[in-house]
């Protein structure tokens, strides 16, 4: 690599790291504060008289608990909090990574900023080295904090920088991840869905170790499971983090390899041409949206059978495995483990936390309509013989029912795997089914809201995923016990909560949270109608 090629680096460091003040700040400070909640939690229970140690003791036994987290390593404060925030940071550091590093790329060149910016003195890496420098100072910076939090809490100086330098080094691999992802396609979109994809890779790998006893070959693929081979408070091994360092740069390496063989706004892999003359279905916004939209919606098909299925075949296992820890049993507030037993509450989760990540799918996709119109196609359409409501209709009747088809889709395979893993297909098909396709009605508020945002103020939708980030940390905070049942009443995603047996779900609020969505849709619907159009004149 000649020096040219990375000139202008410095000044596009500095534009990007101006640009991104504001949400650099969250991915920051984000884990540290995830990290501090978890601890508020694991201090009331020592000081509430239940003792820490005995209560992670108990955890360890619990066979639902060590699947979804593993043992624990180490039974004092700081080793609990690695043990429970791993995976809520890898993600957090994860997903910070991918954004800032696509969107100073493959979003800029998508945008044209990239061929404005190479008409002046500008290397052809320059853009990714300083989106890459950005990201890695990020995670640095997170980890530090993560480190400070943890001497500050009691954990050794050597141990707390090393769990904080493990987690750097995750988001730096994921950082890595976001700049291969870009030279493979065109769209940012379908670089985003690889990284997703990663990340649901990485969960569902460090799910399978923690189900074969946390120290199995996986650990060292996942990197939601480094800290199990550099085990801070547990060892300190300190060497191991210069072999996961190298991993974690390799992508990028071959990121840089991939963008010296494309040229400006393409991708390695070159995208299909069309036919030369359209097929006779092909005729209606409805038909173009499903063209649209088809290729993601068949990537999350495919991820969200993969994920039930791990769950649906681990579940029945667990079924005559021992009993469950008090604090899982009390989490509820009633007697619902009993109720569902071992088995069910451990699909239960799985299809719950799904149902989130199908809500990030539905959201996604409505919000397709505004990078068509940000991108001109939008105005072309509407120039022809096509109104505005048929053609955002047409995006949202894919997004909703391509979110309902998953969620259908993952009732039917979980229930089928389930009910043959534990030789009871009759009666178990049709829980696992209805747990599933209970969580419609949330999914679909979220879809509502976001095309709300986008026909009144498509400037700020990014007030939709503030709002799914929200109820995602109620979730986390409920579970923690630091707020109670009547503030996580707020998130829509309560009502078909996994302590809610299936029996006792409650229809009025379902049936309200659809009408809800359908008026917002409608709100969306008269803002798009009555608001102009962006265009690139």
């Known amino acids: 690599m000649k020096t040219r090629n990375f000139a202008g680096t410095k000044i596009l460091f500095r534009l990007y790291l101006r640009r991104d003040q504001f949400l650099l700040f969250v991915w920051i ?27 992670l003791i108990e955890f360890n036994k619990d066979p639902l608990i060590t699947a979804l987290l593993g043992p624990v390593m180490s039974m004092n404060l700081p080793g609990a909090l690695v043990w429970r925030t791993v995976s ?13 590093v696509i969107r100073h790329t493959r979003t800029d060149e998508e945008t044209g900023r990239s061929e404005l910016i190479r008409a002046c003195i500008v290397g052809r890496y320059a853009n990714l080295t300083a989106a890459l ?87 060292w693929i996942t990197p939601m499971a480094w800290q199990r081979v550099t085990r801070p408070f547990a060892g300190n091994h300190e060497w191991n983090l210069l072999f996961f360092a190298a991993i974690a740069v390799l992508p990028a390496i071959i990121a840089y390899v991939l963008c010296a063989r494309r040229d400006l706004g393409s991708g390695v892999l070159l995208a299909r041409s069309g036919r030369r003359e359209a097929a006779l279905y092909f ?14 919606f068949s990537g999350w098909m495919v991820g969200t059978v993969l994920y ?70 939008t105005e072309m359409l509407l120039d022809k013989q096509v109104g505005r409501i048929r053609w955002m209709s047409s995006h949202l009747v894919v997004a909703f029912s391509g979110s309902a088809a998953l969620l259908l889709a993952m ?3 979980g229930g089928l795997i389930y009910g043959l893993a534990a030789d009871d297909l009759s009666n178990h098909f049709w829980h696992i089914f209805m747990m599933s396709i209970s969580k419609i009605p949330p999914v679909w ?17 990014v007030l939709g995923w503030v709002l799914w980030l929200s109820f ?54 008269f803002g798009f109608r009555n608001r102009d159009a962006f265009t690139k004149a």
């Open 133 to 219: 420098i950005l990201s890695y100072a990020s995670n640095l910076t997170a980890g530090v904090l993560i480190a400070l939090s943890l001497i500050g809490l009691g954990g050794a100086v050597g141990s707390s920088f090393l769990f904080g330098m493990t987690m750097s080094i995750i988001g730096c691999f994921f950082a890595g991840i976001g700049a291969f992802s870009v030279q493979l396609r065109e769209s940012s979109g379908s670089a985003r869905a690889i990284g997703a994809a990663a990340l649901g890779l990485g969960v569902m790998l460090a799910i399978l170790n923690n189900f074969g006893g946390g120290d199995t070959l996986l650990r």
């Open 411 to 413: 009732g039917t395979a």
């Open 308 to 377: 039930i299925a791990v769950f649906a075949a681990i579940s029945p296992v667990l079924s005559n495995a021992g009993g469950m820890s008090d604090w899982l049993t009390n989490l509820g507030g009633t007697d619902w483990t009993d109720e569902a037993g071992l088995g069910y509450v451990f699909i239960s989760i799985g299809i719950y936390l799904m149902s989130l990540m199908v809500a990030v799918y539905a959201m996604s996709a409505v919000l397709c309509l505004k990078k068509e119109e940000k991108e001109g196609r």
């Open 88 to 100: 809520l940071l890898a993600l957090s550091l994860g997903m910070g990574s991918l954004l800032t």
């Open 29 to 55: 400070f984000l884990p540290t504060i995830l990290l501090l909640a978890n601890a508020a939690t694991f201090i009331a229970m020592d000081n509430h008289g239940q003792g820490l140690q005995k209560a």
């Open 283 to 296: 005729s209606s916004p409805l038909a173009l949206a499903w063209r649209l939209h088809k290729g993601s």
């Open 472 to 525: 995602t940390l109620l979730e986390v905070a409920w579970e923690a016990q630091v707020i109670d049942w009547s503030l996580m009443h707020i998130s829509p995603f309560s009502y078909v909560h996994y302590t809610i047996h299936i029996s006792n779900l409650p229809l009025l609020p379902l049936f309200w949270l659809i009408c809800l969505s359908a008026i917002f849709i409608g709100l969306g619907l």
């Open 445 to 461: 508020l979220l879809a509502g809201i976001t095309s709300f945002l986008y026909g009144l103020w498509p400037r700020v939708t």
